[in-house]
């Protein structure tokens, strides 16, 4: 008996053969039919894939059965506090902590007592072009949640 | 000489005259003109506002020469962890956690190595419906910034 | 104007108006007919009640407007790790220490990729009466919310 | 002389045993007679078990006798803060942090100044049907303890 | 309504009172006749006393019955890290990283699977005399908790 | 030229073969004439051994030359965050936090500014009889040292 | 007697002074013969002034002798946290973040083991004109110091 | 499948070699035309390389094809705690913790609400000859970034 | 009753006697005969003072009884974060992380196993001439104390 | 091509070996005719040695090109905070803990505005007989630096 093989080294495995193939995260995603972000977040290690879709990736990547068997595994989910500190993904950080308080506030305003729920839940990227230079534009998008005792 | 009011302090005014008043955060930035994300974020400190903002806000919630000064002040940015750690805001902070390095990823494919400013950027937020459940939207949109030497 | 009065010291006046009339949270929870475990949250600072609720518990306990006025407020929630740490709260931290693994084993293996609400979620206590010492029963209860991309 | 197997190895191994067999932790606990949540709770190296218990676990499981001398290991008990951090777990977090100083109100109102243990202590979780969404329910168990001078 | 004294307020007008009376702790404890850590922790916060235990110390130190209301008051439990890098204290914190590991082995060797009750406990201190130098000798005696599923 | 094997490696092998062998801490404090506590803790790692001492431990315990020069190495004194986490070692944390303040009031009060001394100390462990419920017996000796100029 | 005035609150006289009156740090600095960052570091209470400095500062800013005072005192230097997350300041430690260890590389390259002083030590800040938006310099100048045994 | 050689091990590889080789960081950077602190970090694992610049490297430095593709690899960024605090980068976080507040200051005084780009941003060393001994000057230029809403 | 003086405000009355009247901490220290570093300590709040001595100073800096009652107080002793962050405390916190495993090799070579006591200890400080600019000497003299089991 | 040996390799190499041969550091340090402290901590990793002083230590000790190799090595300075809490170490970061606000007292008192340099420095440690037990005399010895602008 062998243990699973831990999600960080498939993640490590998906990403040297997409490097070394030329794939996109995009070109995955379509592959498996799955939204692009959650696609790359769950091949990254945070969702736990299908059996199907965890052999459609090793098939297109040509990994082997112990990628796709630990791409099906139930993840720990979260970041540390060392790749939240990267530039890029601090950005994101830091705009929580200057607009999160004003956004809690407009959450009460128009929904009342609640949150948006991180479950029910979708993120998606675009590009938007721009003539002052093309912008990022990501959009969190989940049902309200209202408190209830 | 006294000293300017804090950004904390103000913004505990702007707030009690706003409930008491019964006036929304749509309301007041709607007297200012200004996205609704921002005015609210400049009001709780995030923000400094022009003279002319600062007094008509003063203006509709009655508060004093005191309090305008104070939000024109220019501010130290940021919310503390306890205020992370509230259920409302939290979802997004675990959101980052989750899709932080998919969204990394995404912007380097799209992009190329960089990073979604947090200073040339906006924030919104709105309701859509949904059958099962309205849901929150919120969108970051910051310029792409690509690292130079 | 006058800032609202922080939750913090509504609470203090709350506890320091029951203990002198010598009133239980029990009697509180069923003068605003509300779950006791929220009712109690609810005056610690942790809810916000409605106006009828504030106002009933004000009469009560003979607390002024401005009591009334902060209960209604929409909080900050979260303990601190000072309450965390009180051994009272700490042994049902230690708990979560030694199980929450387990749990989350068992949410997955009986529910699938989810999570048990926070929001869509009660507490109760109760006393269970038992020859070697009666003992504190404490429940959660939330709905099951899958993961959804 | 080699050193005994580390409890995570050996945890590693049963899950990976448990998957590859499609045995559900219901049925390992079934096997040896003990509690569900316990029972994971062990597996996951938080208990050591009896040599007859890690006998029975590592028969069914087929793992050899070096796991089954692992298991009656006594552990180091407590999970990390990435562990806590996961979703399925945080949301126990959150909910004590928001209704531990609640909860401590009131078994100081129930049965005086002490604690409830975490020793003489036990675990449930169950689901319970609900026409808007089943449920977990958590419960926890803990004999009430007066502090003695 | 005011607020009841916090503990701490209450505990530095006890310290005041006691040396500007030149009272020890020692005869503190005996006119309550309780034990004298427990009495001292009790005064510094750290317990919550009778009515009767609180009235007998405020006449002795001739102190208000704001402070003996707040002497009844259910403590939150703890010291902060300052207080525990006082020289004094942190000798004891650092006996316990060096001989902690040791203690639990001999726990488990002599009583099983289980714990030292900090509740059902009591500490107690004293002066041995020795031609080297006398020693502080205090004594940690708390009953035997086994774990129970 | 090898490194000298590493405290913590040369512990997990003398804690395999004690196990395996059947053997318990008392059984090798008595071979070497030493106190159990001292014994056990060096034996983790917190104190060097003398050669004879070392030679006896691993003699009885069947372990190698690479054992015994290990275990006379001077170490690192300390435990780590996660084991002081665990429940048995946690209850003295607790306890200390609890009563150290008293502790340091009553060290003062008799002898003292000053401190007990964490080297010039030994702790000794044992358990008291008790009907309702054995107790464990942990005992702190250590000189008393005065602050000095 | 009273305490000499923290050199907060005399940073917070200086700020309200300097914006009420229109009065720029350039000014400032002009007016005392010292360089501009230099000078506004010593307002916000980094250095201590000289009398003089410190004098003719309240002069021009109309502001008490206490003030005056506080600007002579020898401070504690340093920043909180929270000042260092402010993104105008952070993006600062991100870029030392980012290339501290290629400076400290080339530090030893060109001039061997050692360290750019600190304290021996100079910064300016300059705007340099860019037909793609100008931009900050900042430069950092300090004395080379070799380590010496 | 293998992983990409992870940046630290080919960083590892790199500083092996140069200094085998007696090869300066300026050498290497003048071999692929690119600044110094720039090409330095780049190799150190901050920056993701061109192929044509990995290819160079790994000619001039005689290193393998793994160490050229772990080179153009997308890069977390970031320095971890005991990096920055070893005393020669050490120094630049003193002076940021000192000046920071003021540079914030000065350059909200000059261009207004905003920060100095940590992207559109390079850094320079040089050595200045001085007869009190050389001196180490560093310089930051960063494209000011103007916040908008 | 009114609470003893916290020993930092008695410190801060200290401070501010000082320098009004021009007062050096070594005029201060011989006015009590006391050792200079011990005195600075002392009126900084971390030693005791006798009466006799607590009078003395407050005679010399003409402060009040309460100033004297508090310096006599027992201290919480110890430094925070902020103050060993000063540059000038900074540089011995530096000195002795890289110093500070060699001390103890040394001690434990010279002495054996045992530790510079920190209690039977007395800390200089001096000026020593030096052509290349004068230093800081500073010596750390504690007795040594053998670890005893 | 293979990585440098890590300094902290090559320490544990060197230590094996100065036990095994019995050799002590002092032995070491006249071979290469350097201060003992300075050594000890060049050997543990925290300064880079000359390639005559790395030979002379390996062909001493017995140990080969590598280690020589990783000797010369310009190392990242600095303990970890588990070296730290060691008691032997901790006794001086306590020590600097209580009077290190006085030694900035007395540094400015003498010299003005500057600190005692951390690397035009030395250390010297020393054994004083004293009848009431031998003394540990650690002497901190650097240049004053002024503050200058």
Redesign the interface.
Known sequence: ????MSKS?AA??V???R?RRGL???KIAEEIG?????T??AL?G???MTQTQAQQVCRLL???KDVAESLQ??P?????Q??????????????????????????????G???????????D?S??P?P??????????????????
Not at 113 to 123: E, L, P, Q, T, Y
């Open positions: 008996m062998t243990p699973i080294d490590a495995l990403v040297a053969s490097i996109t995260w995009a799955a939204p692009i972000v959650w790359t977040a990254l945070q969702h736990p040509e990994l082997g595994l139930q720990y989910r979260g970041a540390d060392a790749q939240l500190a990267d530039p890029t993904i601090y950005r994101f950080v830091e705009a929580l902590s200057v607009y999160g308080p004003a956004l809690k506030e407009l959450i009460h305003e128009e929904f007592d609640g949150i948006m729920s991180a479950i029910n839940f979708r993120v990227i590009r938007r721009d002052d230079g093309d912008r990022v534009v990501v959009t969190f998008d989940g049902k309200f949640l209202d408190y209830r005792c």
